[in-house]
């Protein structure tokens, strides 16, 4: 597990003091810079702060995507060139958010987890922020990754209406491939769902209890990930920010619905993932019950013919029946009838 | 289990990108289209694509019903002719929804779920996509079913209101027929709880088990595919749609109480659901109790028992009670009385 | 348990069509008509048609109250009279409805149930229709009771305020009369709350079990039947409905109390009777930790013992103890010091 | 425990009719004049009507005081001095109610819940109704108590600004003084939890067990007499009465705010008692689960020994090994290695 | 532990009377003068009232932060110079108090809880009381503590906007100090919650049931305190208070925002409480289940077993077997074979 840096650390500093809280990263930070309007597109990496200073006063739809978020003093001069307040640029590289939406006058500034399953079946969160003004949009990831591949794509081929609307579309698109991802979580956790289900009534094992506990925690990690989503895209939805046109509204109810939907399945994983729990303990008291019978219908026929048996070793000098002819066969006749009618009382019982 | 295919399956593409996401179909989707008035009536089986285009221009009342969404190019076509946003196009053919209603100006959109229970006692659930223009409703289904053909016969035979009011009414038809169908799910699960609820005194197994398991699991998928519904035909009735009349409204709320009692008695098979499962536990403890007792009793009856016998079994050379006249019947008399006294032990604890 | 018409039946049937669901009866339908004011009044057993019809322009207040809804065509006879909306009818025949109020421009209709107690200690529940209108009202029962006769010895005597204020005042009498029946109902459930809670502690069989469950199935049973009617009080206390004029609403926000007075308790007993399941489980798993501790004591001083009798029963030839003088009560005093520490040990453990 | 009148007597009985419901009592009713402006005070033990009568147009603040409301004559009497309605009567006699204000017009009408433990450590909880007008206030309880001693105190001394203020700081006071005998109740119940908390972890009995039930049985009393003042108060400090002037408003959202802090306490207790219970749960477990491995590990390294033993036993004429010299010692030796073999795997398994 | 005096004790005082209620105490108040504008800077220790009283009147913002709450006379004199109403005081000295924000017009008073963790990793809370005027800033401590420590610093060189901006700026600093402070107590229980998590599955202890009811109760506790502090920030974010100027407000939103953050993360972490306490308790019983099962397995084989050997230890004269020169192989024979079947048997059955 990668070194994490805690929020506490940053406990008595001064508010609006960037401190990068959460995994220790050394990659360099890179920046994407793409500027486009109908008719032309272009796309560069930016090496120098000049270079992205400058995209802000370029015409047309500027994007900056910076991928990486450790590098304070870099982001510090590209917070100087969009006018971004202390607090924010504290918000961005502190990856211990909550999502929200929050408005500045000159831009609004979204905080989002992105969300995707990695090779061992875990949950990999990472904190995406965005910022949107006029007509620009800052993006900032805590490293690189193919998610806005397809929107890059879309707008070198223009495909779709991506080229012909403004920066609001484009933030739209940014957040609904961060949600159309959720889905592949969410999907994951049903299969494990459906796995637990059929092992926790046919054979549940201790390693069946980690695998649920392991689930439950889980689902409330995506809980709190994408529950204050909900709000903030509620939010932008009903028009809270002057930065999404009415045309664009109707994309953010799309991804509103998402979410709404998503948050209904992750309570109903909730709901199963608690059945399951309850299943496991009825699984594993039944067995112990069938255990408990078997053992007391062992020792309840077999005790006291042990006993009489017992009876008939005893070494006393006097002991009439020892002596008779038909002692044994009568004895071994007695042992069984012991035995039977003990097993016909459990049976009547329906203990076995 | 058929085949289905997947949400995840469209992260990355454009927002309206129609992809149909459900179960595997080959069949070939079956259009119908209806038209009326106060004085006449005509049906007809569309085969292509201008047939369905003329009806929308059609005097009177046009109803197109679609069973089958797994055509796109034949969805995408008539969505042309009645035109439909991108966007109700993706949903409708996305079977994964939420119950919903949304406003789009010209038409409103509602998607909810049919359910029915099939042979073997499961539930099944279907999406039904309406949609309601000034004076015409597009319904889809995902396959044919008879749930329709009361409203075609109605219409036919000119039977109660229909005929004279306005496709709202018709699409109040729709939904009202959907609605009562729940009724049919919901007393196969009371029935079901019944059964349980015997079962889980009388004689709990793991089969009992499993049964609640599985009922727990329908109710929570009732109550997903239920529950938002509420607010859908909640809003309908408070008129947030204008192409309900006032006085279709009456007849919404008809439903909206429908909708509300439904939940509530999904909530009380929940809360009998829950109630059963601790009954189990409880049982399941109860016999355990049981077995642990009588195992109890048994061996602290016979292993005092068997100890003397052991005790007199022993060949020590120098053991004067084995040489005594009546030591084998002293003997006896002290097993009997310590069986007797341990008797009596557990009947005054009310052990038997 | 009488044969019962379910909902499902009416699956497919248009809106307004009244079907009787409830238990199948064959009593015959009896309609009582009371008209009265300040100066006098009039009471007759209508039989036909015109009888309650004449009762509806009839000067002073008329109450019609028929008991049993089942005569399907009498009711449609009484609700062309007073002009009743076929839902309502509808609603009025069904008895599987969920307490609520309409508003319907000419009259308010209420639906609640009716409570109490039969011999057998049971709930039963019954649906009681009522149809407030300017100054007559209507009230449908599924049979008839004697809860309604107190208020109408009031009006026979003039007793009270009854035969000064108007219908809304007669309408509050009947709600009021209904909702005092409840209590009788919660005080039953308190009896047996306390009665299983001395069982609970002091000997809980699989009897108690049963009966904490039936106590939890009734209070769902009454919290469904009573809670939808607060809101429907507290519509009308809030003057929802002109027909509840400004004096009469003080009389409903009393009512008001009392429904939230009983809700208070219930949601009290459900918490209690949770308890009492709780308490159950914890007291069979001590009582099942107490025989399983008695065994283990036993086992542990007996199987000891008992093998130290079985090793010196053995018939090796070459056994040197067994022909030693003080053999025999060396072993004895072996044993005994064996069960002795035992003893100690599980005393020390505060094992019994 | 005193006989109850309970509430079910009344059904039947028409809206206004007083009925005593609660404890049946014997003693007088004690009626406490008080009147008292800045300059002033006037104190006296009223007999007669005609007294408390006068009292009502005297100048000044008048506060009546009644201990005893079994006594309906001379409450009635009281009340047609004050003019009050029979609703309000019918409800001071009622000790089985909610809290609740309710304004008459020319009064307010508060009742709450006077909160005490008695020497046995038990809650015992009164009635206590509050009648406010301009320069009045009427209070009844349903015996003698010294709670409102330091009032009466701090009016005849004029201690503090009782004597400046109006009869809305009387009831202001009264109110306060009930709401602080709140906390010595919780404070009682904290320790019980600290006690129960020690108990559960190192030495759960059943006792403990019965002690954990009586504290929810508290606690969900507790709620239920307190919880609905909340609203009670918080409504009268957002000042929906006009009987409370703005300077008292300031003390009542005083009270307000202790009341919301028990009320919080109530909470933070009631999840403390379930986690009691979890623990007692899991505690017994834990003790089954010592005793059982004891067993288990007994019963295991004995049942083999004695198995060997026996096996020796047998009297089988060819049994070569008991003839041989070392078979004794032979079968000691193999007894240990099994003995302390099945000890060593018990250990590896963490057992003992 | 320290004594603590309890709130009971102040039942029957008047309003207004400041009764200290906390933690015993006898150190000395401290008294801090800090004065400030943005030119200059001014620090004190105050001995006589007179100092503080005219701090009040001085130029530029003062800040007196008083530690120690227990000499009630002090606090008196100083509320006397700066107009607090008598009920802040009695709040002031009272440290059992909910989080809560009261306007009083000339100043709004403030309560919050500072929570630390001591080194026994116990959690510490300590109240803090704000009054927050048009340019002076009280704070009250229950005793000294280095919280505040880095502000004054800020102020002394003038670090950052502190004395630039007015007194809410100060409050601001107070609050989001002490609400940093809160993220250190959560990454302790965080720490915890993994080592248990770990404990709980590998090896569950009665140590580990009593650790997990610890942290649920410090859960609860953390909740309490600061759960009603999320109303109170976000009343003063929405400019509930005049005395926060609209460019404190952007400062008090991140405030909000962090509580809102650390609640969310209360609710992860309560519910990772009661999933640890559900692994708990099926971890035990699956423990158990193992025990019973290895118990019954030896039973089962050994018991029949010893019977056999019972058996041929009787003593009968007439026992033909026991003459037979194979008896013996042949009855070792028979007990290998009963021996292996039950074996087969419980691997069938998948028992170990």
Not at 162 to 182: F, N, S, T, W
Not at 299 to 325: C, H, V
Not at 329 to 342: D, Q, R
Request: proline residues 4%.
């Amino acid at each position: 597990m990668p070194k994490r840096i805690k929020r506490s650390k940053k406990a008595g500093l001064p508010p609006g003091t960037p401190i990068h809280i959460g995994e220790k990263r050394t990659e360099k930070t890179r920046i994407q810079l793409i500027s486009y309007d109908e008719s032309g597109f272009f796309e560069q990496e930016a090496e120098a702060a000049e270079e992205y200073c400058a995209a802000r006063t370029a015409t047309g739809i500027t994007w900056v995507n910076v991928d990486g978020i450790h590098q304070i003093d870099l982001l510090q001069r590209l917070g100087g060139c969009f006018g971004l307040h202390p607090l924010v640029l504290e918000d961005i590289v502190n990856t211990d958010q909550r999502p929200k939406m929050e408005d500045f006058g000159d831009y609004v500034y979204i905080v989002l987890k992105m969300l995707t399953t990695n090779g061992g079946g875990e949950i990999v969160a990472e904190q995406i922020s965005l910022i949107l003004g006029q007509n620009f949009l800052l993006s900032f990831r805590e490293r690189e990754s193919d998610i806005f591949n397809p929107i890059v794509e879309r707008i070198r081929n223009a495909k779709g209406l991506i080229r012909k609307e403004g920066a609001d579309y484009l933030a739209h698109a940014v957040l609904d491939a961060v949600v159309d991802r959720y889905f592949g979580v969410l999907e994951k956790r049903e299969e494990e769902i459906d796995l637990l289900e059929d092992e926790v009534i046919a054979d549940p094992t201790p390693r069946t209890l980690q695998n649920i506990h392991t689930l439950r925690r889980d689902l409330i990690f995506l809980r709190k990930a994408i529950f204050p989503f909900r709000s903030v895209i509620g939010a932008l939805e009903r028009g809270e920010s002057p930065f999404f046109k009415q045309t664009s509204r109707i994309y953010l109810r799309d991804i509103y619905d998402h979410t709404v939907h998503i948050i209904d399945t992750l309570e109903t994983f909730r709901d199963l993932a608690t059945g399951l729990l309850d299943i496991y303990l009825s699984s594993v008291s039944n067995r112990m019950n069938l255990a408990m019978r078997t053992l007391t219908v062992i020792a309840t026929i077999f005790m006291p013919l042990t006993f009489i048996a017992g009876l008939y070793g005893m070494n006393f000098k006097n002991m009439p029946e020892l002596q008779w002819r038909w002692g044994y066969p009568a004895v071994l006749l007695l042992m069984a009838m012991v035995a039977i009618s003990m097993q016909v009382y459990f049976r009547r019982k329906k203990w076995f």
